[in-house]
Each structure stands twice: as structure tokens, then as C-alpha cells.
């Protein structure tokens, strides 16, 4: 089974400063890779994904993520970090069983981002 | 405004007392979702749907029942809630298959079960 790993619970960041939450995965084959946020009592909303193409992806609200093969990771980064950028974020990866035909989005645990004015 | 949406928000019941969470999508979308969010474990796919009258366990499907009689609704329903269904639902749907395209996700639903 496909898998994804966000190893921080938690990152801080002053506003302003750039931001990285970390993603690693664990695929067979090519994978199909999803950044969503949580913001306080909201769903989760879509940020950005990679299937193909450019490693670096650019997505909503002005996060982009960085699809590294060699280092099997997906980070999430901005240039300069909001207040209101602060919620939960979750990094997805497309888990497909080729036996059942299954299609499902498999979610790491979620980190937590909090920018400090 | 294309959404979701799921209803209750927030839900307190007893243990065994069946209960229904609905979804509504108004997005003609054929795949939908229902998923449980717990701390530190992210979230997990309970049942899934393909289309009307199509549905599949996801991966943990014990004690929910789901069904999809029209395309837009996809309810979930607890015939005998445990404690250990205290958890955080979200219903989704996606225009293609789970991972494959943009999924959209309802508020969420808070279930207590005491």
C-alpha cells in the first residue's frame, strides 16, 4: 500500500519568514501526490498536486511543493508566511489496488502550522 | 457555489442508537467518499462510491453501512454506535476517482458517542 509520512506535528514560523512542511512518500510506481489544508472548523480544502511534469508545482493561495524522486519527498514551502496561513495540512498520495480497482486518497497524519506575527 | 454538504455539524448520541449523517454534493460528481479524522492518524477512508447503487469498503468500513440511491447524496449511517466511532467525519466527492482529481470535502460532522 502507498503511504505518506509528515514527520512534524507542529511548525512554528514568524510572518514573513518562509515556511517548509515536510512530506515523504512511499509509492509503488509513479506517484500521484496532493497537498489539502484544514483550516479551524472548515473541511479540508485543495492546495495543489503533482501527477506529472514540473517538480516544482504551484498552488492555491501562494504555496507551491517541490516533488523530489531521488529523496522520495513532496514538501509544501511559501516565500513568506501569513498569520492566516496558520491550520492543519495534510499531504495525500493516490493509493490505486489493482486487484479490487480501489482508488483512495491515503492522508499523512497532519501538521499543524502556526505563524507567529 | 459548488459544495458539499453535510449535516449534523455536530452530533452527542447513546451507544447503540442508529443514526444517519447525510451528504449532499451539487456538483454532478460521481465519486464520493465518507472519511474519519482522529489525532495523529490523519484521515481514513471508510466507504466509497463509484456512481448510483455502486459502493466498496475503504479501509475501515466496520460498523457504518452506506448507500447511494441518487447521485447526489451519499448518507452514512451507524446502525449501533460504539465509542469508539467518537470521531470526526467528512464526506467528499471528487469528479474522478479517489487521488486522481481534486476532491471536495464537506464541514464535517463531530460525532459523540457516550
Known amino acids: 500500500a502507498q503511504s505518506v509520512a509528515q514527520p512534524e506535528d507542529q511548525v512554528n514560523v514568524a510572518e514573513g519568514n518562509p515556511l517548509t512542511v515536510k512530506c515523504t512518500y512511499s509509492?509503488?510506481?509513479?506517484?500521484?501526490l496532493f497537498w489539502y489544508v484544514q483550516y479551524p472548523n472548515r473541511g479540508l480544502q485543495f492546495l495543489l498536486k503533482?501527477?506529472?511534469?514540473?517538480?516544482l508545482v504551484k498552488g492555491s493561495y501562494g504555496f507551491e511543493a517541490e516533488f523530489n524522486k531521488s529523496q522520495t519527498s513532496f514538501h509544501l514551502k511559501k516565500p513568506s508566511a501569513l498569520v492566516s496561513d496558520s491550520a492543519l495540512y495534510f499531504c495525500?498520495?493516490?493509493?490505486?489496488?489493482?486487484?479490487?480497482?480501489?482508488?483512495?486518497?491515503?492522508f499523512g497524519s497532519g501538521t499543524r502550522l502556526q505563524v507567529q506575527p | 457555489e459548488a459544495q458539499v454538504t453535510q449535516n449534523p455539524r455536530y452530533l452527542i448520541t447513546v451507544t447503540g442508537k442508529k443514526l444517519t449523517v447525510t451528504c449532499s454534493q451539487n456538483?454532478?460528481?460521481?465519486?464520493m467518499s465518507w472519511y474519519r479524522q482522529d489525532p495523529g492518524l490523519g484521515l481514513r477512508q471508510i466507504y466509497y462510491?463509484?456512481?448510483?447503487?455502486?459502493?466498496d469498503k475503504g479501509d475501515v468500513p466496520e460498523g457504518y453501512k452506506v448507500s447511494r440511491k441518487e447521485k447526489r447524496n451519499f448518507p452514512l449511517i451507524l446502525e449501533s454506535p460504539s465509542p469508539n466511532q467518537t470521531s470526526l467525519y467528512f464526506c467528499?466527492?471528487?469528479?474522478?476517482?479517489?487521488?486522481?482529481?481534486?476532491?471536495?470535502f464537506g464541514q464535517g460532522t463531530r460525532l459523540t458517542v457516550v
Open positions: 495525500a498520495v493516490r493509493d490505486y489496488q489493482a486487484d479490487t480497482g480501489r482508488r483512495a486518497l491515503t
Open positions: 467528499a466527492s471528487s469528479r474522478g476517482p479517489s487521488g486522481s482529481t481534486e476532491a471536495f
Open positions: 456538483m454532478n460528481h460521481e465519486y
Open positions: 462510491s463509484m456512481n448510483v447503487e455502486v459502493t
Open positions: 503533482y501527477i506529472t511534469g514540473d517538480n
Open positions: 509509492v509503488s510506481g509513479n506517484p500521484y
